[in-house]
Each structure stands twice: as structure tokens, then as C-alpha cells.
């Protein structure tokens, strides 16, 4: 069964196996689940302090995430940060000061948005008038004006944003979470990616890595189309005799297997659970995923019905229905990498927005009015910004000196921004906000201690935050 490596293991609360054989379409070979136990017997410590599922180290504000990434890098000064000074001066050479900071190709001068900014709810945050849904929410919303990135490439500033570091082969922040916590829902996965079907994003698979974690603390991919998972239903043609066979042989595999190596038998009960997970699903996540239990109000809401964004609604309206059930994290992905605007970036970011722009707010407006907003920590942002000069004629470049993300819920005070950039919206100039804080800040809010969430290998104690002496952005929490 294809979804074995990834699932989440509920170790206290055991299908006997039995169990399992009823409800699990097909089987594996005892010389295929030999070699996983021995795979990641190898790969994981026994010791007690690379035990999972430890829980929280204080009282968490936020019990679930749904991550909205933003492939490519928005354009900060197009969508969240107003920049008059930019506009004013539209058309005019690069600063000199900006060639040292980063070198960008086929640059040209300065480059304003044609996009209007308005003050929006209580608090008068700037939103672009390219987000209008989004802009209901602003008193909800928390922007962060200064982010830094370490790096302008895609692959190392997805690994920086992701995982923390500029190198692959690292645990994504979803995977910690998956370590840390687990799931609150015994018939699915902790960790839950929704992805355009169609194709994977930049970068593929290591944006749900569980890097040098166990394989089973990786996301779990459902589709929005079709069956939620593949390879999970049984298979076509085979009897219900021909499988009571099958799962007998498994049995004694097993049993042999257990007899021959007692050092295994926790790893081999713990394989087990993975699988037994999978013959849940067959049920459970077919549930969850289906958007038409929803009412029509609330899938006008989201905008499944609408051409324009049917595709992206359906996966955030997917998202509250996961997090309603349990699922800890929820990382949803756009269609390819739209952000990347090197050229026509007025338009091509115009369309970005109105494929994202209303299943983003009816996403936070239904957590709200369900009560599941306060519990649920809600991050939009991509790898890094875009220049405010321009490239060729009329897009931007990436930049990584100063950016915008936001958050909302799960004990974020909302209504406010966090930062600066220059003038021109060119590098962070006030609380200038590294990725590690960012991370410190999410994990703090799960009631995670970002020094104290650990995985020991290689004679080090390693963890999301690394090197950085990461600080947890105060004034962001409730």
C-alpha cells in the first residue's frame, strides 16, 4: 500500500490485527515490511529523547495549522505594503545603494504598482484593491512588512522557508509539528499536503520532507479530485476469499518475523499501526474531503462553483474540514509557481489574486464563525518578495531583503502590521523578521519551545530553529 511511509502512528490506541486484515484492501509481502522495519530501525534512535509524540511544553494557544503557500514570491509592494514613494518616483534609475544588496538580472529603474491601497476594519490596515475578500479580514490579519530570506533561488529559499536552513534533506516545519504533537484523529494523518492534482510543485516533494525524522512524520498528500489518495482502494478483481488468504499468509509472516527479531517487535507493531491508519482512511478521508456534505452557502462562500478559483477554494474549504476533524497541519499549494512574476507582473499577479483571494478570506471567515479561528493558526506567504525595480520591461525579480507574509488566528493579534521596509520597499528597515523568528513564533504559539523540540543524530541535538538563536515576535500574540 503506497501511503504506508507516511502516515501518522497513534501508538496508544492499536487496531489489533485482526482488525486491520478486515479493513485494509491489500496486503504487503513480509519481505517488503522487513525491509521498512529495518529502514527505519536503522534511521531513528531508540533513545527516549527521540521519542514522538511528546506533546506540548506549555499550554498552546493553537492546537492546528493550515499553511497557505505562496509559490514563487508575491509581490509585496503590489498586495501588502504600500509604497507612495515608489510610485512617486516611477520610471527612475535604481538607487545605487540597491546593486550592493543584490544583484538582479536585466534590471531597469524604479517600478511602481498601479494597484490602489485602501484602509480596511477597525484597525485601518493597507490592503491592495487586488484583495478585496482578503481586506474583510484585516482585523483578524497580522502582516509582517519585515522578512528576510537568506537566499534569491527558489529551491534554497523553499528549503530556508520551509525546513529553516538553505540545504536539503531537513524536516519541514509540518513534519516537527507531526513529531511533536501528532494527530487529534486516530483515522488520519497528522500531516495533510493538498496540492494541485495536476502537477507537483517547485521543488516537488521535499516541501512536505520529513527530512532526517522518521519517513512516517512526512505529509501526507490527499487529492481534491477523484480518490482522496491513491493505491488506498482495494484492488479491482480480488475476492473476498482470495484476500482472507492473503492476510492469513501475512499473519504468519509476521508472526515469524516477530519470533526471529524481538528487537523489532515495537518497530513491527508500530509498521503495523501505519497500515492499519490506511485502512481507516478508506473510510475517513473520503469523508472529510467531501466539500459536497458542505451547503451551497457556504461553498458560494468559498467559491467551489466559480471558474476562477474552483480549484483553490476547494482545497481550503477541504483545510477546515481536516482541522475540524484533527488533522494538526495542513499545507496547501498553489497552481505551479503563478508568483514568479518576471514578466507582466501587474497582470499575472492581478490573476493570482482572483484565483486566491476568496478562498483565503472565506477560509478565515468560516474558521470564525465556527469557532475554530482562535485554535487555528492561519500563514500566508511565499520563499520570498519581488523587486521594485523593474525586470525587462514590466516584472519583478526575486528579492529576499524585504518581504510579507501574514498570519491570523490561533493567538495572533490580528489588526496590526510588523516591520517596515525602505521607502522604495527594497530591504527591512524595522523589526527586521528572519525566517527562524518566524518559525519560533509558530512553533510558541503550538505551545512548542523551539529550542527544546529536538531530534538527536550524529552526536547533536538538531532542530527546526538550527544555529539561529531564534526569538519568538511578541507582539504578534494575543
Not at 497557505?68 to 507612495?84: E, N, V
Request: proline share 5%; net charge neutral.
Amino acid at each position: 500500500m503506497a501511503c504506508g511511509n507516511n502516515e501518522y502512528l497513534n501508538m496508544t490506541d492499536l487496531l489489533n490485527r485482526r482488525d486491520m486484515f478486515s479493513r485494509v484492501g491489500t496486503g504487503l509481502t513480509g519481505i517488503a515490511l522487513s525491509s521498512l522495519l529495518a529502514d527505519e530501525a536503522n534511521a531513528s534512535s531508540k533513545t527516549a529523547k527521540n521519542a514522538p509524540f511528546q506533546g506540548p511544553h506549555f499550554q498552546p494557544k493553537a492546537t492546528a495549522v493550515i499553511q497557505l503557500f505562496q509559490h514563487g514570491g508575491p509581490s509585496h509592494m503590489d498586495l501588502l505594503d504600500p509604497k507612495p514613494m515608489l510610485n512617486k518616483h516611477n520610471g527612475e534609475p535604481m538607487p545605487a545603494e540597491f546593486k550592493e544588496l543584490v544583484k538582479i538580472s536585466r534590471h531597469g529603474g524604479l517600478m511602481g504598482t498601479p494597484f490602489k491601497f485602501h484602509r480596511h476594519g477597525e484597525s485601518g490596515v493597507e490592503f491592495s484593491n487586488i484583495l478585496p475578500h482578503t481586506a474583510q479580514c484585516a482585523d483578524d490579519i497580522a502582516v509582517i512588512r519585515s522578512m528576510v530570506s537568506d537566499h534569491n533561488n527558489h529551491e534554497q529559499a523553499l528549503w530556508h522557508m520551509h525546513t529553516g536552513k538553505t540545504i536539503s534533506g531537513r524536516p519541514t516545519i509540518g513534519a516537527w509539528v507531526n513529531y511533536a504533537l501528532g494527530s487529534e484523529n486516530k483515522d488520519l494523518p497528522a500531516y495533510v499536503v493538498l496540492r494541485n492534482d495536476g502537477s507537483l510543485p517547485v521543488d516537488k516533494t521535499r516541501n512536505w520532507s520529513s527530512g532526517f525524522l522518521p519517513p512516517r512524520f512526512q505529509g501526507v498528500h490527499f487529492r481534491h479530485t477523484g480518490s482522496p489518495v491513491l493505491h488506498l482502494e482495494p484492488m479491482a478483481g480480488v475476492s473476498e476469499e482470495l484476500q482472507k488468504l492473503r492476510f492469513g499468509l501475512l499473519n504468519k509472516i509476521n508472526a515469524k518475523h516477530k519470533e526471529q527479531n524481538p528487537a523489532l517487535d515495537a518497530q513491527l507493531e508500530a509498521r503495523i499501526a501505519s497500515y492499519e491508519l490506511a485502512g481507516r482512511m478508506q473510510v475517513s478521508a473520503a469523508e472529510a474531503l467531501d466539500v459536497s456534505a458542505e451547503t451551497k452557502d457556504t461553498q458560494d462562500l468559498y467559491g467551489v462553483n466559480n471558474p476562477a478559483c474552483a480549484s483553490y477554494a476547494k482545497r481550503c474549504l477541504m483545510a477546515r474540514r481536516l482541522v475540524e476533524r484533527g488533522v494538526r497541519y495542513v499545507q496547501i499549494f498553489i497552481r505551479g509557481q503563478m508568483w514568479d512574476t518576471h514578466a507582466d507582473n501587474a497582470n499575472r499577479t492581478k490573476q493570482c489574486c482572483l484565483e486566491t483571494d476568496q478562498p483565503t478570506a472565506a477560509l478565515l471567515k468560516d474558521l470564525k464563525q465556527r469557532g475554530l479561528l482562535d485554535s487555528t493558526l492561519v500563514f500566508w506567504g511565499g520563499e520570498f518578495g519581488r523587486t521594485p525595480v523593474s525586470q525587462g520591461s514590466a516584472g519583478r525579480d526575486h528579492h529576499k531583503q524585504g518581504f510579507s507574509v501574514w498570519l491570523a488566528g490561533g493567538g495572533i493579534k490580528g489588526g496590526q502590521t510588523y516591520g517596515a521596509t525602505d521607502e522604495f520597499g527594497y530591504y527591512a528597515t524595522e523589526n527586521k523578521t528572519p525566517v527562524a523568528d518566524l518559525h519560533a513564533t509558530m512553533l510558541h504559539l503550538l505551545g512548542l519551545d523551539d529550542k527544546r523540540l529536538t531530534y538527536h543524530r550524529n552526536g547533536l541535538d538538531d532542530r527546526l530553529t538550527s544555529i539561529h538563536d531564534a526569538h519568538v515576535i511578541e507582539p504578534l500574540i494575543a
